[in-house]
């Protein structure tokens, strides 16, 4: 198993063009999220999908649309990408969120610049 | 404001020498506290998951503890390894939020000869 593949690893944005972010999963997993994680700070949970199909907000979702159409891929969707999206990005996946224990498996992330 | 601490922010110890890292959190009520190693640019890898019944897990050279009274919990290494050399990042999971776990700012940790 490949396990989480993020692509790409690594790009500059200008502010205000858009880019989509691509996550796979090949673990039948359900449940997929998008975090971002900026310097000195933990991680914050941007979209989630408990199946395909079905989307939620997290934490910090303004700026980002995801959508869910197979069980493997949650694209990650930046509309005018401004500065202070630059972060790196990372996607994750489990089974199910409903076991106390799950555990969730990330993926490398993908490192964002916004100029 | 659900909110989890470590401590320290960093640490330099000696190959072979063991370390503690702290972690206290205000999430309440949870369900399960987790750790995480993150190499550098690369994504979080799970350690151990305890429920607030545990007290202690144990991954190899890694013995993590909880106390639920408290809020507080650690992760010990033991004889520690120039490959230890990563973020530690602890993380609850609030009950009920399914989703939505709290994550920790993380202690970085380089192990040198």
């Known amino acids: 198993n490949a396990g989480v593949t993020q692509t790409p690893k690594f790009r500059i944005l200008k502010i205000g063009q858009s880019m989509t972010l691509q996550c796979a999963q090949d673990?039948?997993?359900?449940?997929m999220y998008w975090y971002r994680q900026d310097p000195g700070m933990g991680l914050k949970l941007i979209y989630y999908?408990?199946?395909?199909?079905?989307?939620d907000k997290g934490e910090v979702p303004n700026g980002y649309n995801v959508s869910r159409s197979t069980t493997e891929d949650f694209p990650l969707r930046l509309e005018l990408a401004a500065p202070s999206q630059t972060s790196v990005y990372f996607c994750?996946?489990?089974?199910?969120?409903?076991?106390?224990?799950?555990?969730?498996?990330f993926g490398p992330g993908t490192r964002l610049t916004v100029l | 404001k659900n909110q989890v601490e470590q401590s320290p922010q960093s640490l330099i110890i000696l190959e072979g020498k063991n370390c503690t890292l702290q972690?206290?959190?205000?999430?309440?009520?949870?369900?399960?506290l987790r750790w995480y190693k993150q190499d550098t640019g690369r994504g979080p890898v799970s350690l151990t998951i305890?429920?607030?019944?545990?007290n202690t897990k144990s991954n190899g050279r890694y013995t993590a503890t909880l106390d639920a009274d408290t809020k507080q919990s650690s992760l010990h290494i033991t004889a520690s390894q120039l490959s230890d050399s990563a973020s530690y990042i602890c993380?609850?999971?609030?009950?009920?939020?399914?989703?939505?776990?709290?994550f920790g700012t993380g202690t970085r940790l380089q192990v040198t000869l």
């Open positions: 994750a996946s489990s089974y199910s969120s409903s076991s106390s224990t799950d555990t969730q498996y």
């Open positions: 673990m039948n997993h359900n449940y």
């Open positions: 999908s408990v199946g395909a199909g079905i989307t």
């Open positions: 972690c206290n959190y205000t999430v309440s009520p949870f369900s399960n």
């Open positions: 305890m429920t607030f019944s545990e």
């Open positions: 993380v609850v999971r609030p009950t009920g939020t399914a989703s939505k776990l709290t």
